[in-house]
T-cell receptor, first 110, second 114 residues
Framework: NAGVTQTPKFQVLKTGQSMTLQCAQD?????MSWYRQDPGMGLRLIHY???????DQGEVPNGYNVSRSTTEDFPLRLLSAAPSQTSVYFC?????????FGSGTRLTVV | AQSVTQLGSHVSVSEGALVLLRCNYS??????LFWYVQYPNQGLQLLLK??????LVKGINGFEAEFKKSETSFHLTKPSAHMSDAAEYFC????????????FGTGTLLAVQP
């Protein structure tokens, strides 16, 4: 099992550009989440999903969209990147009693 | 709504000394509680978790934590610190309901002095 796979590992965007961070899991987990990590602020929940076709907002959803068309995939879309979105992004999946995390995507918006 | 408070953003201990990292939570429903560790430039690794049953939970690398409902606490301890324990530690809480949302504290950076 590969676990939770995130791509890309690093990305630099210009302000106003759009991009999609990919997340895939091969453990047949129902629950998936996206977090951003910023110094001194821990991990903050952006969006989460309780199953295919069902998503909801977390603590900091503004500027981000998600969809969950399959159990395996949970992409995170930035429609118009802003410098405030410079961060490390983590995707995670869970069967219901604890999450497994991907290795992260380091995003810089200039 | 759930929340987690980690007291002390930086903790420094000597090698061989007791490690105590504090975590208090707020939850309107019985919670699941977790401790994760993050080494520099790496992802998060699960140290231990409390879901049900025994309130003293043992994890990897000699760490343990005790769920105390009356104090709404889930403090992390290790009897003797090693240099390799230097990392950032995150406490997290999730509900047992339909959302399974996992909410993190702001983290504690542990330094181990020789």
């Amino acid at each position: 099992n590969a676990g939770v796979t995130q791509t890309p590992k690093f990305q630099v965007l210009k302000t106003g550009q759009s991009m999609t961070l990919q997340c895939a899991q091969d453990m047949n987990h129902e629950y998936m989440s996206w977090y951003r990590q910023d110094p001194g602020m821990g991990l903050r929940l952006i969006h989460y999903s309780v199953g295919a076709g069902i998503t909801d907002q977390g603590e900091v959803p503004n500027g981000y969209n998600v969809s969950r068309s399959t159990t395996e995939d949970f992409p995170l879309r930035l429609l118009s990147a802003a410098p405030s979105q410079t961060s490390v992004y983590f995707c995670a999946s869970s069967p219901g009693n604890g999450y497994t995390f991907g290795s992260g995507t380091r995003l810089t918006v200039v | 709504a759930q929340s987690v408070t980690q007291l002390g953003s930086h903790v420094s201990v000597s090698e061989g000394a007791l490690v105590l990292l504090r975590c208090n939570y707020s939850s309107s429903v019985p919670p699941y509680l977790f401790w994760y560790v993050q080494y520099p430039n790496q992802g998060l690794q699960l140290l231990l978790k409390y879901t049900t049953g025994a309130t003293l939970v043992k994890g990897i690398n000699g760490f343990e934590a005790e769920f105390k409902k009356s104090e709404t606490s889930f403090h992390l301890t290790k009897p003797s610190a090693h240099m390799s324990d230097a990392a950032e530690y995150f406490c997290a809480v999730s509900d047992k309901g339909a959302t399974n949302k996992l909410i993190f504290g702001t983290g504690t950076l542990l330094a181990v002095q020789p």
